[in-house]
C-alpha cells in the first residue's frame, strides 16, 4: 500500500531587516504548499508580537470561494502562533491563495499575509461513505418501505463495490445502481416491526485497494400510537442547552437530557436536530431531522454531541431539537413499548474561536479537524479519533494504517474496535459455524451449555417435530448487564414468529409447528453484546394448533382477498378459512385443495354472493375439488373447514374461465384478442392473423413472440396492465415492463412505459417510428438508423451510459431534423 504523508508545516520566513512597528502585531510571511485531497494539511502561522497581545485569527479565499471549505477546515490561535488545518475534498483541486489575518479581539485589524495553496489529487484514496449518516427515522405510516441510497467518493478508483457486512434483515436488498452508488429497499414485516423499533444496516465499501470501508445506518422504525398497553412511558427532562440559551462553541454542541421510566429503557434515547424549523412545533416530523444516538454520562444524564456548524466566530445560526425515549415494558417485542418525544427546543448556536482539533482518542467526530491527533478513523457504529503514530510511539495499540473518513490513509495506534472497545477477546463456541440461517445447528439434544455470542453474530438451532408440536426454547446462564441477550423464533423462511427480548438475565418464547414440523432459533446479542448463555428446548406433542398468518378470515365478511390463483392456510379445531373469489361476469370455475389426510381431513365449500350453497365436496382422500359454474358477475366464496374437531394445513388453487363473448380486446383477459365476438390468443406471426384495428409488430430481436395488439394513441385505449407501445410498424396496445430507455430486452414486454423492444444487439428499450423530437422522451431524440426511426438515448452528459461491451457507442449522429447529437447507438 502506498504510503500517505502529512505536509510538512510550511517554512516562516522571518526578515530581520524589519523593524516592528511599535508593538503592533505582525503576521511573518509563510512559503507556498502543497496539500493532497483527503490529506490533513496543516500551516504555522508565525506571529511578532512582542507585548503579548491576545489575538484574533482569520481566514478567506481569494476569488471564487470552495464548496464545503468550512466543514473541512480549522483555524486556531494563541498570542505567540497561529495553526490552520485543511483536509481538501476531491472539488478542492488547484491553486488557491489564502488571505489570513490577526485581529484585536474587537476585530480592529493588525496584518495580513497571503498564502498560495496548491492542492493535488489524491495518489491513494479510500473510499467515503457520502451517503447515507448515521442513521434515520421512518414513518412506516406514511410509507411501508425503508429506501435509501448509498453513495461512494473514491477519487482514485473508476468502480466501488458496495455490498453488506452482515446479513440483512429478512426481505432486505441492497443494490449496485452505478460505479459507486446503490439503493437499499426493505419493506418491515409486521413480525419484524414487532419485534424490534431498530435495526442496524450494517454496510462496507471495497475499492480492491485497502481493507473493506465499513459503515452502519441505524433504521428506526416508527408507527401509529399505543394504546391499551399497561405501564407508564418515559418521562424526558431537557437539562441543556434551553429555549433562546446562546451556546458559544468551534467543535461542536453537546445537548445534556435525563429520562426516568417505571421499567427502564432498551435504547439509548435519540436526539434530532436541524437547522430548519419544523412546520408544527407541537407535532414535528423527525423524519426530517437529522438523527444522533445519546450516549450515557455521569450523574444520570444522557448526552449527544450536534457536530460543528462551520460557523465563524460570533456568528449564530437558530438550530431546533428534541429528544425520544422508548421502554421496554414489551418484553416479547415493541407492541406494547411506550415512546415518548420530548418539546421542540429552538437554541442559537453561535462560533466560538477555533482551538484546532480538541477531541481526545476513542472520542465519536464527524472530521479530521476535530480530533486533536487530526486523524479521524471511520469504523462501524460511527467514526473514532485516534492517536497518531507518525512521530511519536504508541502507548495504546500498535501503530498502523489507519483510514480517515476523508479517505486518506494515516499511521495510526491501533484500531476503533480494538483501542475504542469492540468484539475483541471472544472466542465462539464449538457449535460454530452456526450463524446464518442456512447454517443452524440441528438441535439433536434438549440442552446447551456453555454457549458464546460474540458480537454482531447470532447462534441459529433448527428444531423439528410434529404438526401441533408446542415447541418451548429457553436461554439463560448469562447475566444481562454483561451483555443483552435476545432470543427470536423463525420460520424455515425467516419470517419471526415469536420473540423474547427483556432486559432480565432470562429470554424464553413458544411456537406451535405447523405443518413444515420446524421451527429455528436465532439468539442474538443485542446492539452487538456479546455473552456467554445456556439453551435448552423443549416438546409438548399436539399441545396447540397454530393459525395461518391471514386470520381474522373466519367468516364473509372477513374473507380474505386473493391477488394471484394460489392460496394456502391452517385449520384448527372449530375454525375455517373464508376466500373471496370476484368474477366480472359469468365464469367457470374450479376450486382445488391438497392436505395429507392421515393428519386431519378437510371439506371444501363454494358458496353464492348470498351464501347460498353453490357445490360441496366432501371426501376422505388428500384432494378435495369442485367444479361449477358461476352465473353472474359478483363475489362468490371459497369454504375450507375441517371434519368434526380436525386439524390440518393445505394448499389451493382457484381458476376460472370467462363464458361470456367480448366487443373490444379491452374485455378479454391479457393474451388474449376480441376476434368476432370472441376473446382468444393473441399470438400471430403476420398482421393476417389479427382483427381489424390491430397490429402484428415485431416484439424484439430473435424470434421473441409477437402478439396482435390493438392499434391506440394513448394508454387509456388499452388495458390497465398495458401501454400504447410506439413500434416500428405503428402504436399498438402492449404489456408494461420495466426497462427504461437504451436498456437491453428480450422483448417489448421488458420495457417501461410507451417503448418498445428494438431489434437491435441485445434488445434495445426506446419508442419506435417517431417523427420529430417531440415525439420522444426527455433525454431521447429522434434518429433514423439502420432503416429504423427510434428516440435513442443521449450520452453527452454521461459518455459511460451506453452498453459498450454489447456492441454499442456514445457516437455522433443526426436527429431527423439534422441536428447533430452524441448518442447511444449500435456501433458501426
Known amino acids: 500500500m502506498r504510503s500517505s504523508t502529512t505536509p510538512l508545516l510550511a517554512l516562516a520566513i522571518v526578515l530581520l531587516a524589519c523593524e516592528p512597528d511599535g508593538d503592533t502585531p505582525d503576521l511573518l510571511p509563510v512559503l507556498p504548499v502543497d496539500a493532497r485531497v483527503s490529506e490533513t494539511l496543516s500551516i504555522e502561522l508565525p506571529v511578532r508580537n512582542d507585548a503579548g497581545r491576545e489575538l484574533r485569527y482569520r481566514v478567506s479565499i481569494e476569488g471564487a470561494p470552495l464548496a464545503a471549505f468550512e466543514s473541512v477546515t480549522s483555524l486556531s490561535g494563541s498570542p505567540e502562533r497561529g495553526e490552520f488545518r485543511w483536509t481538501p475534498l476531491a472539488s478542492h483541486v488547484g491553486r488557491h491563495e489564502l488571505l489570513f489575518e490577526i485581529t484585536s479581539p474587537s476585530g480592529e485589524r493588525y496584518d495580513g499575509e497571503r498564502v498560495v495553496v496548491n492542492v493535488v489529487p489524491s495518489e491513494d484514496s479510500a473510499p467515503v461513505f457520502l451517503r447515507p449518516g448515521a442513521g434515520g427515522t421512518h414513518d412506516l405510516m406514511r410509507d411501508p418501505c425503508v429506501r435509501f441510497d448509498v453513495e461512494i467518493r473514491d477519487d482514485d478508483t473508476p468502480t466501488v463495490e458496495i455490498r453488506e457486512r452482515a446479513p440483512l434483515p429478512e426481505g432486505a436488498l441492497i443494490a449496485n445502481e452505478g460505479a459507486k452508488s446503490a439503493r437499499f429497499e426493505w419493506c418491515p414485516t409486521g413480525?419484524?416491526?414487532?419485534?424490534?423499533?431498530?435495526?442496524?444496516?450494517?454496510?462496507?465499501?471495497?475499492?480492491g485497494d485497502h481493507p473493506p470501508v465499513p459503515h452502519?445506518?441505524?433504521?428506526?422504525?416508527?408507527?401509529?400510537?399505543?394504546?391499551?398497553?399497561?405501564?407508564?412511558?418515559?418521562?424526558?427532562?431537557?437539562?441543556?442547552?434551553?429555549?433562546?440559551?446562546?451556546?458559544?462553541?468551534?467543535?461542536?454542541?453537546?445537548?445534556?437530557?435525563?429520562?426516568?421510566?417505571?421499567?427502564?429503557?432498551?435504547?439509548?434515547?435519540?436526539?434530532?436536530?436541524?437547522r430548519t424549523a419544523p412546520d408544527d412545533r407541537a407535532s414535528p416530523d423527525v423524519t426530517t431531522f437529522e438523527q444522533v444516538v445519546f450516549a450515557p454520562a455521569e450523574g444520570g444524564e444522557w448526552r449527544a454531541r450536534i457536530p460543528s456548524l462551520g460557523l465563524a466566530e460570533g456568528a449564530d445560526a437558530e438550530v431546533f431539537y428534541l429528544a425520544t425515549a422508548t421502554d421496554n415494558d414489551d418484553a416479547t417485542g415493541t407492541a406494547c413499548d411506550h415512546r415518548t418525544d420530548s418539546s421542540v427546543v429552538a437554541f442559537f448556536a453561535v462560533g466560538g474561536a477555533s482551538t484546532g482539533g480538541d477531541l481526545g482518542q476513542c472520542s465519536p467526530c464527524t472530521r479530521s479537524t476535530e480530533c486533536a491527533s487530526g486523524i479521524c478513523v471511520a469504523a462501524a457504529g460511527g467514526a473514532r479519533c485516534l492517536t497518531s503514530c507518525a512521530a511519536s510511539a504508541c502507548t495504546v495499540g500498535t501503530c498502523g494504517d489507519a483510514i480517515t473518513i476523508e479517505g486518506a490513509t494515516r499511521r495510526a495506534c491501533g484500531d476503533v474496535a480494538a483501542v475504542c472497545g469492540g468484539s475483541s477477546g471472544c472466542t465462539d463456541d464449538a457449535l460454530e459455524p452456526n450463524d446464518a440461517l442456512d447454517d443452524a445447528t440441528l438441535a439433536s439434544m434438549t440442552t446447551y451449555a456453555d454457549l458464546q455470542i460474540c458480537g454482531g453474530n447470532s447462534d441459529f438451532f433448527r428444531i423439528d417435530g410434529a404438526f401441533r408440536d408446542l415447541v418451548t426454547v429457553t436461554i439463560d446462564g448469562f447475566e444481562h448487564d454483561a451483555g443483552d441477550l435476545d432470543l427470536r423464533l423463525l420460520s424455515p423462511s425467516g419470517t419471526i414468529v415469536a420473540s423474547s427480548a427483556s432486559t432480565m438475565d432470562r429470554e424464553s418464547a413458544s411456537f406451535c409447528l405447523?405443518?413444515?414440523?420446524?421451527?429455528?432459533?436465532?439468539?442474538?446479542?443485542?446492539?452487538?453484546?456479546?455473552?456467554?448463555?445456556?439453551?435448552?428446548?423443549?416438546?409438548?406433542?399436539?399441545?396447540?394448533?397454530?393459525?395461518?398468518?391471514?386470520?381474522?378470515?373466519?367468516?364473509?365478511?372477513?374473507?380474505?382477498?386473493?391477488?394471484?390463483?394460489?392460496?394456502?392456510?391452517?385449520?384448527?379445531?372449530?375454525?375455517?378459512?373464508?376466500?373471496?373469489?370476484?368474477?366480472?361476469?359469468?365464469?367457470?370455475?374450479?376450486?382445488?385443495?391438497?392436505?395429507?389426510?392421515?393428519?386431519?381431513d378437510l371439506d371444501l365449500e363454494l358458496q353464492g354472493p348470498d351464501g347460498t350453497r353453490i357445490a360441496i365436496s366432501e371426501g376422505t382422500g388428500d384432494t378435495e375439488a369442485i367444479d361449477a359454474d358461476l352465473p353472474?358477475?359478483?363475489?362468490?366464496?371459497?369454504?375450507?373447514?375441517?371434519?368434526?374437531?380436525?386439524?390440518?394445513?393445505?394448499?389451493?388453487?382457484?381458476?376460472?374461465?370467462?363464458?361470456?363473448?367480448?366487443?373490444?380486446?379491452?374485455?378479454?383477459?391479457?393474451?388474449?384478442?376480441?376476434?368476432?365476438?370472441?376473446?382468444?390468443?393473441?399470438?400471430?406471426?403476420?398482421?393476417?392473423?389479427?382483427?381489424?384495428?390491430?397490429?402484428?409488430?415485431?416484439?424484439?430481436?430473435?424470434?421473441?413472440?409477437?402478439?396482435?395488439?390493438?392499434?391506440?394513441?394513448?394508454?387509456?385505449?388499452?388495458?390497465?396492465?398495458?401501454?400504447?407501445?410506439?413500434?416500428?410498424?405503428?402504436?399498438?396496445?402492449?404489456?408494461?415492463?420495466?426497462?427504461?430507455?437504451?436498456?437491453?430486452?428480450?422483448?417489448?414486454?421488458?420495457?417501461?412505459?410507451?417503448?418498445?423492444?428494438?431489434?437491435?444487439?441485445?434488445?434495445?428499450?426506446?419508442?419506435?417510428?417517431?417523427?420529430?423530437?417531440?415525439?420522444?422522451?426527455?433525454?431521447?431524440?429522434?434518429?433514423?438508423?439502420?432503416?429504423?426511426?427510434?428516440?435513442?438515448?443521449?450520452?453527452?452528459?454521461?459518455?459511460?451510459?451506453?452498453?459498450?461491451?454489447?456492441?454499442?457507442?456514445?457516437?455522433?449522429?443526426?436527429?431527423?431534423?439534422?441536428?447533430?447529437?452524441?448518442?447511444?447507438?449500435?456501433?458501426?
Open 191 to 207: 413480525d419484524q416491526i414487532a419485534a424490534s423499533e431498530r435495526w442496524t444496516i450494517e454496510l462496507e465499501a471495497d475499492d
Open 216 to 274: 452502519d445506518y441505524v433504521v428506526v422504525l416508527r408507527t401509529g400510537p399505543t394504546s391499551g398497553c399497561p405501564g407508564a412511558a418515559p418521562a424526558i427532562t431537557l437539562v441543556a442547552p434551553l429555549e433562546g440559551e446562546r451556546v458559544t462553541s468551534s467543535s461542536g454542541y453537546e445537548v445534556r437530557i435525563r429520562v426516568s421510566d417505571d421499567v427502564g429503557l432498551r435504547d439509548a434515547p435519540l436526539l434530532y436536530w436541524s
Open 514 to 600: 405447523g405443518d413444515t414440523g420446524r421451527v429455528v432459533a436465532q439468539v442474538l446479542g443485542y446492539a452487538s453484546a456479546q455473552n456467554a448463555y445456556d439453551l435448552s428446548i423443549t416438546r409438548a406433542p399436539l399441545a396447540c394448533c397454530s393459525d395461518d398468518a391471514f386470520e381474522p378470515d373466519d367468516t364473509r365478511a372477513t374473507a380474505r382477498r386473493l391477488t394471484t390463483q394460489d392460496f394456502d392456510g391452517t385449520i384448527c379445531p372449530d375454525d375455517d378459512d373464508f376466500v373471496a373469489l370476484t368474477v366480472t361476469g359469468a365464469s367457470a370455475a374450479h376450486v382445488e385443495i391438497l392436505f395429507d389426510a392421515a393428519i386431519g
Open 632 to 828: 353472474a358477475a359478483g363475489t362468490y366464496y371459497v369454504r375450507v373447514l375441517g371434519f368434526s374437531t380436525a386439524a390440518n394445513t393445505y394448499v389451493g388453487e382457484i381458476t376460472t374461465t370467462p363464458i361470456t363473448s367480448c366487443t373490444a380486446t379491452r374485455g378479454c383477459a391479457s393474451g388474449e384478442v376480441c376476434d368476432a365476438g370472441v376473446c382468444r390468443s393473441d399470438a400471430c406471426t403476420s398482421v393476417a392473423m389479427c382483427p381489424a384495428s390491430h397490429l402484428c409488430p415485431v416484439y424484439g430481436p430473435g424470434s421473441a413472440a409477437r402478439h396482435c395488439g390493438a392499434t391506440c394513441t394513448v394508454n387509456s385505449d388499452c388495458r390497465s396492465t398495458e401501454a400504447c407501445k410506439w413500434f416500428a410498424e405503428g402504436r399498438a396496445c402492449g404489456a408494461r415492463g420495466a426497462g427504461a430507455n437504451g436498456a437491453a430486452c428480450a422483448d417489448a414486454t421488458t420495457c417501461g412505459g410507451q417503448r418498445a423492444c428494438l431489434a437491435w444487439p441485445g434488445g434495445y428499450c426506446a419508442r419506435a417510428g417517431c417523427r420529430t423530437n417531440a415525439d420522444c422522451e426527455s433525454g431521447t431524440f429522434c434518429v433514423t438508423t439502420g432503416g429504423v426511426s427510434a428516440c435513442v438515448l443521449e450520452c453527452e452528459s454521461d459518455v459511460d451510459r451506453c452498453r459498450d461491451a454489447e456492441g454499442y457507442a456514445c457516437d455522433f449522429v443526426d436527429d431527423v431534423g439534422g441536428t447533430l447529437h452524441l448518442a447511444c447507438v449500435p456501433a458501426s
